[in-house]
């Protein structure tokens, strides 16, 4: 988010030159950067996270199914199958060797009993936490070794 920030302050610092360069009034550069500051970052944010959380599903793919070989199979009932090859435990490793962070757990209740801990602020806690842990899970243990009798 910081990066888009600053590239719109650097297209608002140079605005003059933009001006002239491609013929466009500063008044509508000063209002593409005073809307942009605060609408360019999150939208930024939002697609890098996606774009994270797609290549995490891609090596979680990897994992489980293995590398793709472009062979194809006919199988007895005349099925065609592509074979994929099974990955080395080092490339398995080091595709699965990521932290899971978990989402902060906010009990409903306190020491003594009394429900709403935290309040307002305790639930906007909760969601920010929950919205920055969102990965996609490793593969597990048996999930990795069910894919070896494929």
């Given amino acids: 988010m910081s990066l888009a ?5 650097l297209v608002n610092g140079g605005n003059d030159i933009i001006a002239t360069q491609f013929n466009l009034t500063i008044n509508g550069i000063m209002w593409f950067t005073r809307i942009g500051l605060f609408v360019i970052p999150p ?7 996606r774009l994270c ?15 793709e070989t472009g062979r194809l199979v006919m199988t007895a009932e005349g099925e ?8 080395s435990a080092e490339k398995i490793y ?25 309040g307002m602020k305790g639930k ?6 929950i919205a920055a842990a969102e990965q996609v899970p490793s593969p597990t243990l048996t999930e990795a070794k069910e894919i070896e009798h494929h």
Wanted: hydrophobic content about 45%; some cysteine; charged content about 25%.
């Fill in 43 to 49: 939208i930024v944010f939002v697609i890098t996270k």
């Fill in 5 to 9: 920030f600053m590239l719109v302050c």
């Fill in 94 to 118: 080091t595709l699965t060797q990521h932290e899971q962070n978990a989402p902060l757990a906010l009990p409903d209740v306190d020491a003594n009993g009394v429900r709403g801990v935290g």
């Fill in 124 to 129: 906007l806690r909760k969601r920010a936490s």
């Fill in 80 to 87: 065609f199958v592509e074979v994929h090859e099974p990955l």
């Fill in 53 to 67: 959380l797609s290549l995490q599903r891609a090596d979680r793919d990897l994992v489980l199914h293995g590398r």
